[in-house]
């Protein structure tokens, strides 16, 4: 994994924390803590048996959602049957329905595991299986109803044909918001990964331009991915981080996650293009409301690089028709790119009703639009940044365009650069 994700923790600021014991004794280390705190249910058990005895019970009894994660081949051999009888007792004919979400390592094991649970998985819609690169340490958890996480690691060194596991079982709202947090930052990757997988396999045969772009997409997953784990990983092994750094984790985190997400919308959104399945959902919704959330996404963001976000508006709520998904990707890809080209300053947003017609602003004091990008500025993979997509301002033109209206930037007369959207406030008018 140090290869996907990178090697310079520092850059992270995790140099003031002691990183010289091995990840695998995480857990082990905390039993003292453990013992401190006032768990709402807790239990460390030692032996493995009874523990996965406990686990199964525990899939039998569920009510709503289950999590599962395997991180080496060797872990979901040890989990193969389980998750199989699990999985089959889902069926009609169980009384309480529920989904479940599995998470294996990508190995020959795992194509064999996926063959043999493929016609329980299609006859019920609820049961997701994804695959990711694998861990060198062997770790499973799971998670049950939200409200319980079962936990089981290889102790440190053991390298026996029998290695001892460490194993936990907790109902810890912070212990099962880590687990959480780790799964659904997993789960994600894999998601990306087979869908940039599948889109590389469509772009094979295309020119050098598309297969460069594959190769820029997967490097800006990684970008936003490595602090996510990284971050999540540092807050659930070091229990003596404050809350204050904690709530400083938990912003890079969430900044990141917001940046994973705005990649995830361009390359599904491009993908489904390429496919010519893209369609508009039109909904009735406040387009105030939706630039407010997109501004407070970015608060932590504008702090650090002394920037200030203004919004004018000509009426409070602004209600109109539109796919509100679709619009709200194309207003995160002007403010991104506004941040992104913006050391420090303001970026002012106007939204007014001219007419029926929305006519929307982002004005920013950054470096400006060289005039021979101009003609390029909406065009499929162009980007004046070296580890852009070129997909953010090539999509958001497809997509004012479908709502029948209009995208454009130009140069402000002393700095920077403002875009523009005109589009009609109701669907009659398309």
């Known amino acids: 994994m140090d290869k996907v994700y990178g090697d310079r923790l520092i850059d992270f600021f995790t140099d003031k924390i002691d990183w010289r014991q091995h990840s695998s004794d995480i857990l082990e280390r905390s039993v003292s803590e453990i013992n401190k705190t ?17 686990l199964i019970q525990q899939w039998i009894g569920c009510q ?198 705005l990649l995830t919308d361009n390359i599904l959104d491009y993908a489904r293009l390429e496919n010519g399945i893209f369609n508009l959902n039109l909904e009735h919704f406040d387009l105030i409301k939706v630039v407010k959330d997109l501004i407070s996404d970015y608060q932590f963001q504008t702090l650090k690089r002394d920037i200030k976000f203004v919004l004018k508006y000509s009426e409070n709520p602004f209600y109109i028709e539109a796919d509100k998904v679709r619009l709200t990707e194309v207003l995160d890809n002007l403010l991104s790119n506004s941040l992104k080209f913006t050391e420090k300053g303001r970026i002012n947003i106007s939204i007014l009703n001219n007419k029926n017609f929305l006519h929307l602003e982002v004005k920013d004091t950054g470096t400006g639009i060289p005039d021979e990008n101009f003609d390029k500025l909406f065009s499929k993979f162009f980007t004046t940044d070296k580890l852009g997509t070129g997909l953010g301002l090539y999509l958001s033109k497809i997509i004012i365009d479908k709502h029948h209206g209009k995208i454009g930037a130009y140069n402000n007369e002393k700095q920077g650069c403002t875009f523009y959207i005109h589009l009609p406030i109701s669907h009659n008018d398309y």
């Open 64 to 261: 709503h959602d289950v999590l599962i994660y395997c991180s080496h081949p060797r872990t979901l051999l040890q989990y193969w049957e389980d998750i199989k009888s699990f999985l089959s007792s889902s069926g009609d004919n169980r009384r309480v329905k529920y989904s479940a979400r599995i998470l294996i390592p990508s190995c020959r094991e795992a194509s064999v595991f996926l063959k043999e649970v493929q016609s329980i998985s299609n006859s019920n819609p609820e049961i997701e299986i994804n695959t990711i690169t694998a861990s060198n340490v062997q770790c499973f958890f799971s998670i049950i109803d939200e409200k319980l996480a079962v936990f089981s690691e290889v102790k440190s060194g053991e390298r026996k044909r029998k290695p001892d596991y460490f194993n936990i079982i907790t109902g810890k709202d912070s212990i099962i918001w880590n687990c959480a947090a780790i799964f659904e930052s997993l789960w994600k990757q894999s998601v990306l990964e087979s869908k940039v997988h599948l889109l590389n396999t469509k772009l094979t045969d295309n020119d050098k331009l598309n297969q460069n772009v594959m190769r820029i997409i997967a490097h800006e997953l990684k970008n936003p991915i490595q602090p996510i784990l990284g971050f999540s990983e540092m807050m659930r092994s070091n229990p003596r981080l404050s809350v204050e750094q904690k709530n400083d984790l938990l912003k890079i985190i969430s900044r990141n996650a917001r940046k994973l997400d």
């Open 38 to 54: 006032d768990f709402n249910i807790s239990e460390i058990k030692p032996d493995y048996k009874l523990f996965k005895e406990h």
